[in-house]
């Protein structure tokens, strides 16, 4: 097993951060991308983000860009769940959805 340099985790980081950046930016509305384009995209920087070296920390990238942040947790699901979202704001969500689920039935004749 090979160990790599941290000029290979800084190198990596680095296409990381531009690629995030750039999923960022289409993601909020500021540059307009084709779908193919979009696929593109995030297949790079998704096997990017799964081929991140030991060592090699993600947390201010993951911080600074919410989309990659969660085209994270979807690449990384499989193993790790939804471990960057806030377990609260699931439950919230879970919960919301109940109550609207509930409400609709009951509008249907309750």
Same mark, same amino acid.
Do not use: H
């Given at each position: 097993?090979?160990?790599?340099?941290?000029?290979?985790?800084?190198?990596?980081?680095? &296409?990381?951060?531009?690629?995030?950046?750039?999923?960022?930016?289409?993601?909020?509305?500021?540059?307009?991308?084709?779908?193919?384009?979009?696929?593109?995209?995030?297949?790079?920087?998704?096997?990017?983000?799964?081929?991140?070296?030991?060592?090699?920390?993600?947390?201010?990238?993951?911080?600074?860009?919410?989309?990659?942040?969660?085209?994270?947790?979807?690449?990384?699901?499989?193993?790790?769940?939804?471990?960057?979202?806030?377990?609260?704001?699931?439950?919230?969500?879970?919960?919301?959805?109940?109550? &609207?689920?509930?409400?609709?039935?009951?509008?249907?004749?309750?």
């Amino acid at each position: 097993m090979t160990q790599s340099s941290p000029q290979a985790g800084s190198a990596q980081l680095s &296409i990381i951060e531009t690629l995030a950046y750039a999923l960022e930016r289409v993601e909020r509305g500021f540059s307009s991308v084709s779908p193919l384009q979009y696929r593109q995209l995030t297949a790079r920087l998704s096997e990017a983000l799964r081929t991140v070296g030991p060592g090699v920390s993600l947390q201010p990238l993951l911080d600074a860009f919410p989309a990659t942040a969660e085209l994270y947790e979807n690449v990384n699901y499989e193993r790790a769940g939804l471990c960057r979202s806030p377990l609260q704001a699931s439950s919230d969500a879970e919960v919301m959805a109940r109550t &609207i689920l509930a409400r609709a039935r009951c509008s249907e004749g309750c």
